[in-house]
């Protein structure tokens, strides 16, 4: 399984919205509506921001959204907030009981 | 709330073999599918392996297949990973993570715990 191709880095500045897109292939992500986002601050663990394409976990603020389109997915971040600068990284089921994860976009926040 | 603490890491030589653990507090590990996830430095995340809840069942990503080897210990309610034939690009931190039942996405991660594979 290759990874899911995710930009590298974005950017924004408090109070602005960016998207971070997620490209798979029709194996993986254009198969599944499996799509989960983690959020991952530097020396910590990753933390779960979106599954199924678009749910929120409890306790994850509104201001993340997730969307899908054929072999595509979407993490949208509203409202910027300095601390919601960290590493995202999208990562779809793939059958079988395995699992892809993107390269990890870095989010700085201006 | 569910914790899971990671151990076993280490530095050894290219070829050795280490032993991961991942122990489970506030809740058992007995049902829940079980994965192991590693980051190399400065890198992205790529999972490696899984084992199911209900049974044995275990999978690997084709990186580590045929040299590690996953288990799970309901009466410690723990997960091991078993690496042998290590190599340099082995050279990660490994994170347990837990999917939920019904669920296909990793909800409860470890601190990791780091492997350094060097001469």
């Known amino acids: 399984q290759s990874a899911l191709t995710q930009p590298a880095s974005v950017s924004g500045s408090p109070g602005q919205s960016i998207t971070i897109s997620c490209t798979g292939t029709?194996?993986?992500?254009?198969?599944?509506?499996?799509v989960s986002w983690y959020q991952q601050h530097p020396g910590k663990a990753p933390k779960v921001m979106i599954y199924e394409v678009s749910k929120r976990p409890s306790g994850v603020s509104n201001r993340f959204s997730g969307s899908k389109s054929g072999n595509t997915a979407s993490l949208t971040i509203s409202g910027l907030q300095a601390e919601d600068e960290a590493d995202y990284y999208c990562?779809?089921?793939?059958?079988?009981?395995?699992?892809?994860f993107g390269g990890g976009t870095k989010l700085t926040v201006l | 709330e569910v914790q899971l603490v990671e151990s076993g890491g280490g530095l050894v030589q290219p070829g050795g073999s280490l032993r991961l653990s991942c122990a489970a507090s506030g809740s058992t590990l007995i049902g829940y599918e079980m994965n192991w996830v590693r980051q190399a430095p400065g890198k992205g995340l790529e999972w490696i392996s899984y084992?199911?809840?209900?049974?044995?069942?275990?999978f690997y990503a084709d990186s580590v297949k045929g040299r590690f080897t996953i288990s799970r210990d309901n009466a410690k309610n723990s997960l091991h990973l078993q690496m042998d034939s290590l190599r340099a690009e082995d050279t990660a931190l490994y994170y347990c993570a837990r999917v939920g039942t019904g669920y296909y996405h990793f909800d409860y991660w470890g601190q990791g715990t780091l492997v350094t594979v060097s001469s």
């Open positions: 990562c779809s089921y793939a059958g079988s009981s395995s699992w892809v």
């Open positions: 029709s194996t993986d992500l254009g198969t599944y509506n499996l």
């Open positions: 084992i199911r809840g209900g049974d044995t069942t275990m």
